[in-house]
């Protein structure tokens, strides 16, 4: 298919500008920009006049919920959430059930996928069988079944002699571990950021020593083992500082923040609104600042949406008992779009991280950029619509999100995926 955007204003998050270019792609790949080239005949055009044309995003954390969790989401809804978002790639973590630590299930998962036709997808695979931090995966395997790296998604390694040995095998054959930062017993059973909020609504709380003890110690691992780490969701102003830290040591780490964690603090939960109970557990104003902050200045590499749809009663129980997790990927744009006009951040740096730093992050050469070669994962979207979040809006089979009843900015007008165009809004 040979499709020709006319009129659009092209965004690069790379070069950092913004440019009125038609753009033109056939077999899959960008063939020019600004001019067509010689004997191109379109046989579609997407009218983008008045709208941004950008690369599709790259999502780092998105549960699609299959296997195991189909009363949750399934793979087909949020897919076309995917594509309704803009997002045209995506890692999903390996706790679904059964949990992706054989090569079998990651084949399964990633054939669904490509018969839908729609958002890349690229699993992690289990770090340990089971998640259960005693046995060590079959890493080769699962690379070569289609795994992008391993990870243990929530669930901590207690045994840091397990955890050693992950990073060893890891760093032996090139690949990355996914650790988030929580310590294993300071982290469990909270609900919400130890503090002034929780104290007051008596909530059970997860205090900010969970995450930087967690990160001493993988830093200290990776000292040790040389294997690189890329450490999703920092939640906290020192956690902040100690990635900043490592990476001016020259640590071989990168990291993410949830674009949740962009927006609220622990002030937002009001009065046990479910909706805001969220892992990792939003934390003070300081820590908000200091997460914006390093998104601005490169500490933290990438934002994600940390997608993950919740069954409605699930999140109709006490908030104490209410399942965590936020549907994210239809409002990842906007709420991206969101902070940069609260912070002013140009709006090609914030769109850089959420395509280009995280596509660097995967190590994704084909993904992240639009240039003539490039593959044409593109999204169009309109800069100055506004939309309301509510549950007839979300193609998401989860409804689940803190910015119900928000009015947001940009909104998606089409979605191109490996050179055809997969969403068009009409």
């Not at 054939?111 to 992690?124: K, S, T």
């Not at 982290?187 to 020593?209: I, T």
């Not at 995450?211 to 294997?227: K, Q, S």
């Amino acid at each position: 298919m040979k499709i020709h955007i006319q009129g659009g204003t092209l965004i690069d998050p790379v070069a950092g500008t913004e440019q009125q270019q038609d753009i033109f792609i056939d077999a899959g790949r960008i063939a020019a920009i600004g001019h067509a080239p010689a004997g191109f005949q379109a046989t579609q055009t997407v009218d983008a006049t008045g709208l941004m044309v950008a690369p599709g995003l790259v999502d780092l954390c998105a549960r699609l919920r299959e296997p195991g969790y189909e009363h949750k989401a399934t793979l087909k809804s949020e897919m076309a959430a995917a594509l309704a978002g803009g997002v045209t790639s995506l890692v999903c973590p390996p706790d679904t059930d059964p949990t992706l630590d054989e090569p079998g299930l990651v084949e399964m998962l990633r054939f669904r996928a490509r018969n839908l036709n729609q958002a890349h997808v690229y699993p992690l695979g289990a770090l340990t069988v089971g998640l259960k931090g005693q046995v060590i995966t079959e890493m080769v395997e699962l690379t070569e079944a289609g795994c992008v790296g391993f990870s243990q998604a929530d669930t901590p390694i207690v045994d840091t002699q397990v955890l050693m040995r992950a990073l060893q095998y890891a760093k032996t054959y090139g690949y990355t571990a996914w650790l988030r930062p929580v310590d294993a017993y300071l982290g469990k059973g909270g609900v919400a950021a130890s503090g002034a909020v929780a104290s007051r609504l008596g909530l059970s709380g997860v205090p900010v020593a969970a995450e930087t003890i967690a990160l001493h110690t993988i830093f200290e691992l990776v000292r040790v083992t040389g294997a690189r780490v890329h450490i999703p969701h920092v939640s906290s102003a020192a956690g902040v500082e100690l990635v900043r830290a490592a990476k001016a040591e020259g640590l071989p780490v990168s990291c993410d923040v949830t674009v949740n964690h962009l927006h609220l603090i622990d002030l937002d939960i009001g009065y046990f609104d479910a909706q805001f109970r969220l892992d990792p557990p939003l934390r003070q104003q300081r820590d908000r600042e200091a997460i914006r902050a390093g998104v601005v200045d490169g500490t933290i590499d990438a934002i994600c949406s940390a997608h993950t749809p919740v069954d409605d009663d699930e999140k109709l129980l006490p908030f104490g008992e209410a399942t965590p997790g936020a549907t994210g990927l239809e409002l990842f744009l906007s709420l991206t779009v969101k902070w940069a006009d609260e912070a002013g951040v140009p709006l090609a740096t914030a769109l850089n991280r959420i395509t280009t730093a995280p596509a660097r992050v995967l190590g994704l050469a084909a993904a992240g950029s639009v240039a003539v070669g490039a593959a044409a994962d593109l999204c169009v979207f309109d800069r100055r619509a506004h939309w309301f979040v509510e549950p007839r809006a979300l193609k998401s089979q989860g409804h689940n999100t803190p910015f119900l009843g928000y009015e947001l900015p940009a909104r998606v007008r089409a979605t191109i995926v490996s050179g055809q165009l997969a969403y068009e809004q009409r």
